[in-house]
């Protein structure tokens, strides 16, 4: 598949959408799928937008499922409708809108099911396992006219748009380099033996497109994102918010190459990916080379920028840009601040957030992805950020990249990993 498949519509794309509201009053009916954790926020912020009703929740857990389904009817006072399978749910016509909260590994073929029942929807950052999943997401929103948005929420921050302009405006000057920084601390997952699953859990339907193996306590709730089957290491986790900004403040696309060293430290445990990492990539837009650093640590770790300093969190999470003219840090989704000259003189600074779920209901109601401000397309190529780096740390060499046909180059091993051997029947298909 080439470029041409990444970013233009197919004819079926000209069909307008079936799902039509006259009105903002009009009620959009929504489902959730994936339930804990970053279920949870889904249902808080759905049942908490205006016209728009949760209809219905799916979950491979039962008692995560039944809780859910509780609580929504405590908000609602209304039952949802309950599914353990996602494509039963899909086919519920009256259903406008989904938002998936599963592991990353179900990410893509959700979405891309969903697009062809003629859903709008919210995904989980990251959108994609893997590079061929960015582009599959994509031609699916593209062909069947849908509204995709990815989880990226501090691209609605009203805080950090405003800064982003800024920097566009010149605040800082000429921006060559961009530093996202993950230091968050995550503790051993242990060592666990084969076991087998709670008989409440559907483990096969769980595992999904990943290859079969049996059950293991701490590869399952939440500790999925440590292997690589699942999840994406904290680079896809907590990172792709920080890589997203990073990408989306230094104004470019994607790479010509990325190279990435870490490892595993302190931990003897069965976590598959690294808890430290550093990440670096090479961009050649606009006629002219930046830069982009990203660094994961899992532990005791220093400030920097004044990012996470001034309170009671020890973690660091945000990013600074690095300017002619200054430089401007962001913490966390809603604030940023800027220091000018040699001196660092403070300068502008705003701290203030957003809804994201509110701007993509805004996308749902009058059908222009322009509004989308984490639209699928931009999500996407962010995921093919930590999906480079992540290639890179696992074959220990520099990995490049042509942006123009969406392929690593020179490096067959390499672009082998760009996809990966789905398990039938959950494919996601070469064609949408």
Request: hydrophobic share 35%; proline share 4%.
């Amino acid at each position: 598949m080439d470029r041409r498949n990444f970013f233009i519509a197919t004819a079926a794309a000209a069909v307008a959408s079936n799902t039509v509201f006259g009105s903002p009053n009009d009620t959009i009916r929504v489902a959730t799928i994936g339930l804990r954790g970053r279920g949870k926020d889904h249902i808080k912020e759905i049942t908490g937008q205006p016209n728009v009703e949760l209809v219905a929740l799916c979950d491979i857990d039962q008692k995560v499922l039944d809780d859910a389904a509780a609580n929504v009817e405590t908000i609602t006072k209304k039952k949802p409708a309950i599914y353990t399978d996602y494509r039963k749910l899909l086919e519920d016509k009256s259903i406008d809108a989904i938002s998936i909260a599963t592991p990353n590994h179900w990410h893509a073929l959700i979405t891309i099911d969903a697009c062809r029942a003629g859903k709008d929807v919210y995904v989980e950052k990251p959108c994609t396992h893997n590079i061929f999943e960015a582009r599959q997401i994509v031609a699916a929103a593209r062909k069947y006219n849908r509204m995709v948005q990815q989880g990226s929420q501090s691209r609605s921050s009203v805080a950090l748009q405003d800064g982003v302009q800024k920097m566009r405006d010149g605040l800082i000057g000429d921006i060559y380099l961009s530093r996202a920084l993950c230091y968050k601390w995550r503790d051993t997952i242990g060592t666990k033996a084969v076991s087998d699953p709670p008989s409440y859990v559907d483990y096969d339907l769980w595992q999904g497109p990943a290859q079969k193996v049996p059950f293991k306590e701490n590869r399952f709730h939440y500790n999925w994102h440590w292997y690589w089957a699942y999840g994406n290491g904290d680079l896809g986790n907590q990172g792709i918010h920080e890589m997203d900004i990073a990408r989306w403040g230094l104004g470019v696309k994607f790479p010509t190459k990325a190279t990435a060293i870490g490892g595993k430290f302190m931990f003897d445990d069965d976590q598959e990916t690294p808890n430290t990492l550093n990440c670096a990539f090479e961009f050649n837009e606009n006629g002219k080379k930046q830069m982009m650093e990203f660094e994961v640590r899992h532990w005791m770790s220093n400030h920097e920028a004044g990012i996470g300093e001034g309170g009671k969190d020890v973690n660091t999470i945000g990013n600074v840009f690095y300017g002619s003219k200054g430089y401007l840090a962001i913490a966390g989704y809603s604030k940023y601040a800027t220091f000018l000259g040699r001196n660092g003189e403070p300068g502008p600074t705003m701290t203030k957030g957003g809804s994201h779920f509110a701007n993509f209901f805004e996308a749902v109601r009058n059908r222009k992805k322009e509004t989308l401000t984490a639209e699928v397309e931009e999500g996407a190529a962010s995921t093919v950020l930590v999906h480079l780096a992540n290639i890179s740390y696992r074959l220990g060499r520099t990995v490049n990249f042509d942006p123009k046909t969406m392929t690593i180059t020179g490096d067959k091993e390499a672009a082998a990993m760009m996809t990966r051997d789905y398990r039938k029947p959950f494919v996601v298909p070469e064609k949408v």
